[in-house]
């Protein structure tokens, strides 16, 4: 998910980070770095204080990315004090960088995750990602605690597109609610243990992009 998502910031980033004065060219990567890890991160922290229903409500609605949203509000704020303190921006230039980026990378995110021909990010592997349930493209989450009678995996998916036509049962047959499956899934969240290849601890995202970043 990150390589993905840093080349996405990347490739919409041009008036807000490549061509922005306030940044020296020279710290373009490190400014896409500090907005895929304020992302990332803030996806991570949502979850893991219970917000799956928002994280999978931004996702089922390509409107649902502006700065009112909580997640977006927060990922904003995390991003602009990250611009404040590695390259000394005043507030008003970081919140116009942020306001203006975050809710236009979500929204780009949204849309090719919700795209079937676009198989460059998928809920599932974005979620099993954040939460560190063992997944491949494509393939249900695997939640750590999961009832066995729910087979151990959850197709974030389908939630998704209930959410959407506004069902809140995963399955539609009454036998685990988000709420539940909230309480999990925070229990698992941001503890480095992703299953997916993406290993998140020690130095944290930041480390990871750092190949990406040179």
Same mark, same amino acid.
Do not use: R
């Given at each position: 998910m990150l390589e993905p998502l840093f080349k996405l910031v990347q490739q919409e980033s041009v *008036?807000?980070? &490549?061509? #922005?004065?306030?940044?020296?060219?020279?710290?373009?990567?490190?400014?896409?770095?500090?907005? *895929?890890?304020? &992302?990332? #991160?803030?996806?991570q922290n949502s979850l893991s204080s219970g917000?799956?229903?928002d994280v999978l409500g931004m996702f089922g609605n390509n409107n649902n990315v502006s700065a009112k949203n909580p997640v977006v509000g927060g990922i904003i704020e995390n991003l602009v004090g990250s611009l404040s303190s590695k390259f000394g921006l005043d507030e008003k230039t970081a919140s116009g960088i942020a306001k203006s980026l975050i809710p236009n990378i979500l929204g780009k995110l949204v849309s090719k995750t919700n795209d079937p021909s676009d198989s460059s990010f998928d809920i599932n592997s974005i979620i099993g990602t954040l939460m560190g349930g063992a997944t491949s493209q494509g393939s249900p989450v695997e939640i750590p605690g999961l009832q066995n009678a729910q087979g151990g995996s959850v197709d974030f998916g389908s939630i998704v597109k209930n959410l959407s036509s506004g069902s809140l049962d995963s399955n539609q047959d009454g036998s685990i609610g988000l709420d539940d499956l909230s309480g999990l899934i925070a229990k698992v969240s941001g503890?480095?243990?992703?299953?997916?290849?993406?290993?998140?601890?020690?130095g944290g995202v930041m480390d990871m992009l750092k190949g990406l970043m040179n």
């Open positions: *008036t807000e980070i &490549i061509d #922005n004065p306030a940044i020296p060219n020279e710290h373009n990567n490190h400014a896409v770095g500090l907005a *895929t890890d304020s &992302i990332f #991160n803030g996806l917000g799956l229903k503890k480095g243990n992703t299953q997916t290849g993406e290993k998140v601890s020690g």
